[in-house]
């Protein structure tokens, strides 16, 4: 059933003050910046891909059968996963692009290269950043360990699987659809651990079903 909102009270309660807070650093972020077109598009399209790996991040864990409250703190995350790395485009657009050519011609992960060309990486940037703007300690502690929850002492899946397992999916299925080879490097030993290594192939459905729809809102 569709909801008008009718005020920012109304809107606080049917999204979430975290989410409200995450959208409005992603439009302030997007809307201030002043760098090159080509740059722009690269923030465009880091948006879009941490919204969509909010979203498939929310469905993942409605399908794991989370906590309420988790599932709608996810898209959240999602949204700010990715903020350091948005940082870094809108500061330093020129040693971005540099970190992403050593990714593609050397094979290293970005973690390694955004470390040795500014000193720590997206993650842990934009953790940091989140703590001063006052987000909550959930959303801080999983923007810095999206990419490595393994590091974490659980050993249940959690908000941060989901988010987890969402960037590795939606990555896959974007160099899927770009005629790229697509070898999965979630952790697997992760996976096993928390009990959730069978569940995997679901997920992936999951994420090409929301990937096509989402494909079908951003190109309409």
Known sequence: VTQNVSSVSHAVRMLGMETLKALALFIGLYRGFEGPPSQAENLKRLCHRSQQIGVTAALIAEYEKLPRE???????????????????????PDEMDAVTKRVEDENISIHQAETEQFGAGHAEIGAYLLGLWGFAAPIIQAVAYHHRPMDLPHKEMNALTAIYVAQHLTREIANRDAGLEVETIIDM???????????LEEW?????????????????
Do not use: F, Q
């Open 70 to 92: 988790l599932c709608h703190a996810v898209p959240s995350i999602g949204m700010l996963s990715h903020i350091g790395t948005l940082i870094l485009y809108a500061n330093r």
């Open 204 to 220: 992936r459905n999951i994420a090409g079903l929301l990937s096509e729809k989402y494909g079908d809102l951003t190109n309409a």
């Open 189 to 199: 030993d992760y996976l096993t651990k928390i009990g959730k290594d069978t569940h």
